[in-house]
């Protein structure tokens, strides 16, 4: 198996070496990575100038590493040209969580999205990173238990996978919807000058069975993904309502 690994925390990241040493045990890893952070850029590519990478000074226990001054979708696009269409790319381990509507903002997702785009089966991995780093080594046999799971089944071809501090079980999750306050939160800056942050808090608790709800509940959280945003229901109501004749 041919197994491509990337993230959006650019090439440096510990959660990147971590995912490629595990991943390395299920088969052939090259790493294509951006060379800058690029969380929250989401599923951006750069169209408007060209891309060019450079093998990593990193030495990845062996595995050849390559950084791009590019976004996540872009390092997935390299990767698949540079080595004829891996069988698998996997994005993270993302050095905070994607979870509920985060998932709409992250590169790590963005990166497995554009490896289905392209055919491929794409896992996005991530875990909590506050004032503590993350255990990687703590993590790894989740990690690797969740990627023996997911590789062996065919029909899971996008799938966010979020690991908490320290997992106690794995569930099988929904994405949480519930409300957010997306809000701009005003301040001043040392010099007396107006800036904004954008913020995103949850404001409801998370109903039992998704992903947020797993992931504070100590549980590793796999939510099977699709790229079809069709709206079913309202769809068949729609066409009920409105005929187009
Ligand atoms: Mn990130």
């Not at 993230?7 to 390395?24: E, H, Q, R, T, V």
């Not at 509920?100 to 794409?122: I, P």
Request: glycine share 8%; with cysteine.
């Amino acid at each position: 198996m041919k197994i491509l690994v990337t993230n959006d925390d650019g090439i440096y990241s510990p959660g990147l070496a971590a995912l490629a040493k595990i991943a390395s045990r299920f088969g052939e890893v090259k790493i294509v990575a951006p060379d800058v952070e690029q969380s929250s850029m989401g599923h951006a590519i750069t169209a408007s100038r060209p891309l060019s990478y450079k093998k990593s000074p990193i030495v990845f226990e062996g595995i050849d590493a390559y950084k791009v001054n590019g976004t996540p979708a872009d390092c997935v696009a390299l990767g698949q040209h540079l080595w004829d269409k891996p069988d698998v790319v996997l994005s993270g381990i993302n050095m905070g969580p994607n979870l509920g509507n985060a998932m709409w903002h992250s590169g790590t997702l963005a990166a497995a999205k554009q490896a289905v785009l392209f055919g491929m089966k794409g896992i996005a991995l991530s875990t909590p990173a506050g004032d503590i780093e993350p255990d990687f080594e703590l993590l790894d046999p989740f990690v690797e238990k969740a990627l023996a799971l997911l590789f062996k089944n065919p029909h899971l071809n996008l799938v966010n996978v979020n690991f908490p501090t320290k997992p106690t079980g794995v569930r099988w999750t929904r994405q949480s919807v519930r409300l957010y306050d997306n809000r701009i939160e005003p301040g001043l800056d040392p010099m007396g000058r107006k800036h904004y942050w954008f913020i995103n808090i949850p404001l409801e608790p998370a109903e039992e069975g998704t992903d947020r709800w797993a992931v504070e509940n100590g549980f590793v959280s796999i939510t099977p993904l699709r790229l079809d945003l069709t709206n079913e229901a309202e769809l068949v109501k729609a066409q009920l309502a409105y005929p187009i004749v």
